[in-house]
């Protein structure tokens, strides 16, 4: 699998702009920093129901972004590690935790290349929600997730689904994006997920599309065990903001008859020997 630069330049800035720029506007749809500081959740089911109770685990929240996912599962009771690249999401990370009073260590670093301190610590490592496509060396970021796992401790991954990666438009229906593969793909970018109007140069961004097989792939290949893998297809969040919402107030992707799936999850469990295949 290719591998890349742990921070692009490009992608690097775009990162920088996004982390100072989101959750600041009432506008902004994804990140509600009030909400959360008045003791809100920014978790889901899905994640929730994977990580089971995390009292009292020690927990690392891989690309973390500003924090609001790491500091909601503190509120859970977990002991928060995050660690994300962009020095500008781990300082405000930081902020973010004094703001809200909770306990958290923030770490600037490539999830594939964690730092030595970070190994063998971990009862859960959790990543989630615009992960694995913007990471040029699964294989590197798997082992890295598996290598920061106690024996018996588990990874949680819930990201967006390859199908509904390859989506570019719902409506009009425009699917011209790469499905799998692994190789860069780059897109022209203007604004951001969570808001269309970030204050930022337009730019193009780079994804690594990778399907289902390579993902399950890297994780054995990194030696975890895979004991569930799940294809969703309803989600609480906007879907990247694409699709429409049902009268039950859950997002679809209606296709035919039926609906494609918007989101996957998968949990693995560390062996007391990390083998690899
Ligand atoms: C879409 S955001 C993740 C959103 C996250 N689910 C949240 O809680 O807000 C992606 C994050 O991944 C980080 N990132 C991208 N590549 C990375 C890498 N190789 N290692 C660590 N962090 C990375 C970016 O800096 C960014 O903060």
Redesign the pocket.
């Known amino acids: 699998m290719a591998a890349d630069a ?2 692009p330049a490009v ?2 800035a775009l ?1 920088d702009d ?2 100072e720029f ?1 959750g600041t506007d009432p506008d902004d749809r ?2 509600d920093v009030e909400t959360f500081l008045a003791g809100g959740q ?1 978790l889901r089911g899905i994640e929730r129901e994977l990580a089971g109770d995390v009292t009292g685990k020690e927990l690392l ?10 500091l909601s599962w503190a509120r859970l009771g977990a002991r928060v590690t995050g ?4 020095p500008e ?1 781990v300082a405000r990370a930081r902020r973010l935790a004094e703001r809200a009073g909770l306990e958290a260590e923030f770490v600037e ?4 290349r964690l730092p030595d301190a970070l190994a063998a610590r971990f009862d859960l490592v959790v ?5 694995l496509s ?3 060396d699964l294989d590197a ?1 798997m082992s890295g997730a598996a290598s920061a796992l106690r024996p018996g401790g588990r990874l949680v991954l819930v990201d967006s689904h390859p199908v509904f990666q390859a989506v570019l438009t719902f409506d009009p229906f425009v699917a011209d994006r790469p499905h799998g593969g692994g190789a860069p793909h780059h897109d022209a970018m203007t604004g951001g ?1 969570a808001h269309a109007d970030v204050p930022a140069e337009p730019r193009t961004s780079t994804r690594y599309p990778y399907s289902l097989g390579q993902i399950v792939r890297a994780a054995t290949s990194a030696g975890l065990v895979v004991e569930r893998l799940g294809e969703h297809t309803e989600t609480e969040t906007g879907g990247r903001h694409l699709l429409p919402q049902g009268p039950d107030g859950l997002y679809r992707f209606p296709f035919s008859d039926t609906c494609l799936p918007i989101l996957y999850s998968l949990r693995a469990v560390r062996p007391s020997a990390l083998g690899g295949a």
């Not at 929240?61 to 790491?70: I, V």
């Not at 660690?83 to 962009?86: A, L, M």
């Not at 670093?109 to 594939?112: D, E, H, R």
């Open positions: 742990d921070r992608d690097g990162w996004l982390a989101h994804s990140y920014t929240h891989l690309q973390c972004h500003f924090g609001m996912d790491t660690v994300d690249s962009c999401a670093a490539a999830a594939q990543a989630t929600y615009g992960v913007w990471v040029g970021w997920y």
